[in-house]
């Protein structure tokens, strides 16, 4: 049996089939879109596609209404109208599958055994969640890839690559823009402790030193650098237009239609308040602060503190739907093997994140569905799913072994 398990879990059986899967549900996606009512295809892919039919034909890709995304996005996707509609969806399924090898060399740097490595990568390869999510052409496969590949080339010190691909992942989405503080507190230059009272102003100094160091000025260098090209380069094609819908929207966003965030009731009855838009930008503020605070408590473990960061940021934001979960749950599996958790304290805390989920989706049905006034019950579903999401993040870090150091090199 143990023989049989191995074989299983071989690197080539367990990517190729991965792969595999992923494509047979690409496959079936098409042949459901042809033949059946409801279909299969993000409504999403649908966007993209316009949006780089509009590039194709000398146009800007805001042209497309609801396309909220980078250009470069629509650029990606112009094989979609030049060779054929699934271009798009196998892209995304082989950045899903290059995701999961990322946290397999990721597990090998950081001390995990092969054979291990491969099972936890099992997590995500075999996960029917981001398999749906890719196959079905939405693209935040990409965006994992980049953020996994970026916490690589950190954990192997190759800091030139790391810097770009983080650069990359900010221009794609801005909410890696949050690991920019531990990523900054790993790389400063450690200070002397100081015990007497009289150097506590040399002691902050040192530490606002400890910063200026050349580590970081090239991570900051490479990664300013490469969001900044970007963003002027199509800011001069694209104009302002550019910056409102790529970044500057989503951060005024006021999503007052139903989703899991604790704030989307609140949004909704001041909708049409003055005070409106200062409300949103006031749901910050408790991101702000448990960001910074899980920044300095666990920037030592660089991958465990980014996990902590994607999470409370989904679970806090004033937006918050189901592909927002893939945003941390590609780094879940980089944090399970240094967890002391039992596989029945494991089990039950998953089964908590799915009753919680359950528990909004009821009243969510029957509003979206059956048109019933249930505005106030999706609300108290979203903070129950809050209070559940801050229980298992106060039981992973109570149960997290940090990891060892490394020095090992990727081959």
């Given at each position: 049996?143990?023989?049989?398990?191995?074989?299983?879990?071989?690197?080539?059986?367990?990517?190729?089939?991965?792969?595999?899967?992923?494509?047979?549900?690409?496959?079936?996606?098409?042949?459901?879109?042809?033949?059946?009512?409801?279909?299969?295809?993000?409504?999403?892919?649908?966007?993209?596609?316009?949006?780089?039919?509009?590039?194709?034909?000398?146009?800007?890709?805001?042209?497309?209404?609801?396309?909220?995304?980078?250009?470069?996005?629509?650029?990606?996707?112009?094989?979609?109208?030049?060779?054929?509609?699934?271009?798009?969806?196998?892209?995304?399924?082989?950045?899903?599958?290059?995701?999961?090898?990322?946290?397999?060399?990721?597990?090998?740097?950081?001390?995990?055994?092969?054979?291990?490595?491969?099972?936890?990568c099992t997590l995500w390869l075999l996960n029917p969640l981001p398999m749906g999510v890719s196959s079905r052409g939405n693209a935040e496969s990409?965006?994992?890839?980049?953020?996994?590949?970026?916490?690589?080339?950190?954990?192997?010190?190759?800091?030139?690559?790391?810097?770009?691909?983080?650069?990359?992942?900010?221009?794609?989405?801005?909410?890696?823009?949050?690991?920019?503080?531990?990523?900054?507190?790993?790389?400063?230059?450690?200070?002397?402790?100081?015990?007497?009272?009289?150097?506590?102003?040399?002691?902050?100094?040192?530490?606002?030193?400890?910063?200026?160091?050349?580590?970081?000025?090239?991570?900051?260098?490479?990664?300013?650098?490469?969001?900044?090209?970007?963003?002027?380069?199509?800011?001069?094609?694209?104009?302002?237009?550019?910056?409102?819908?790529?970044?500057?929207?989503?951060?005024?966003?006021?999503?007052?239609?139903?989703?899991?965030?604790?704030?989307?009731?609140?949004?909704y009855l001041t909708a049409d308040s003055p005070w409106s838009p200062w409300l949103g930008l006031a749901a910050f503020l408790p991101q702000v602060?448990?960001?910074?605070?899980?920044?300095?408590?666990?920037?030592?473990?660089?991958?465990?503190?980014?996990?902590?960061?994607?999470?409370?940021?989904?679970?806090?934001?004033?937006?918050?739907?189901?592909?927002?979960?893939?945003?941390?749950?590609?780094?879940?599996?980089?944090?399970?093997?240094?967890?002391?958790?039992?596989?029945?304290?494991?089990?039950?805390?998953?089964?908590?994140?799915?009753?919680?989920?359950?528990?909004?989706?009821?009243?969510?049905?029957?509003?979206?569905?059956?048109?019933?006034?249930?505005?106030?019950?999706?609300?108290?579903?979203?903070?129950?799913?809050?209070?559940?999401?801050?229980?298992?993040?106060?039981?992973?870090?109570?149960?997290?072994?940090?990891?060892?150091?490394?020095?090992?090199?990727?081959?």
């Open positions: 049996m143990e023989r049989l398990t191995t074989t299983l879990t071989g690197d080539r059986v367990l990517f190729a089939a991965s792969f595999a899967v992923r494509l047979a549900l690409v496959v079936y996606g098409d042949y459901q879109d042809k033949t059946m009512a409801v279909k299969f295809t993000d409504i999403d892919y649908h966007v993209f596609t316009d949006a780089a039919r509009f590039i194709s034909q000398g146009e800007s890709p805001y042209n497309r209404s609801t396309y909220r995304y980078t250009p470069l996005l629509a650029w990606m996707l112009t094989p979609n109208i030049y060779l054929s509609m699934v271009f798009g969806k196998l892209l995304f399924i082989v950045c899903d599958v290059l995701s999961g090898l990322l946290i397999y060399r990721i597990l090998c740097v950081r001390g995990l055994g092969c054979q291990s490595a491969l099972r936890v990409i965006l994992a890839a980049l953020v996994l590949g970026t916490l690589l080339c950190m954990e192997a010190r190759r800091l030139t690559w790391a810097a770009a691909l983080y650069g990359l992942s900010v221009h794609m989405k801005i909410y890696p823009v949050t690991y920019a503080l531990p990523i900054a507190l790993t790389l400063r230059t450690l200070e002397r402790k100081s015990d007497e009272v009289k150097d506590r102003w040399r002691s902050v100094a040192g530490f606002l030193g400890s910063f200026l160091n050349q580590e970081l000025f090239l991570f900051a260098g490479v990664a300013g650098g490469v969001f900044g090209t970007l963003t002027v380069l199509f800011y001069y094609m694209y104009g302002w237009e550019f910056l409102h819908e790529t970044y500057l929207y989503h951060l005024t966003r006021r999503d007052i239609r139903h989703n899991f965030s604790p704030y989307f009731y609140m949004l602060v448990l960001l910074t605070v899980a920044s300095w408590a666990f920037h030592r473990d660089l991958a465990f503190c980014c996990f902590l960061q994607t999470a409370i940021f989904v679970s806090f934001n004033k937006v918050c739907t189901s592909q927002y979960f893939l945003w941390y749950l590609c780094l879940l599996p980089l944090v399970i093997p240094q967890l002391t958790l039992t596989l029945r304290q494991g089990v039950a805390l998953l089964l908590l994140w799915f009753a919680g989920q359950g528990i909004w989706l009821g009243p969510a049905y029957f509003l979206e569905f059956e048109g019933f006034n249930t505005f106030l019950l999706i609300w108290l579903a979203g903070l129950l799913f809050l209070v559940i999401n801050s229980f298992i993040l106060i039981q992973i870090v109570a149960h997290y072994k940090p990891a060892k150091a490394t020095q090992r090199k990727v081959e």
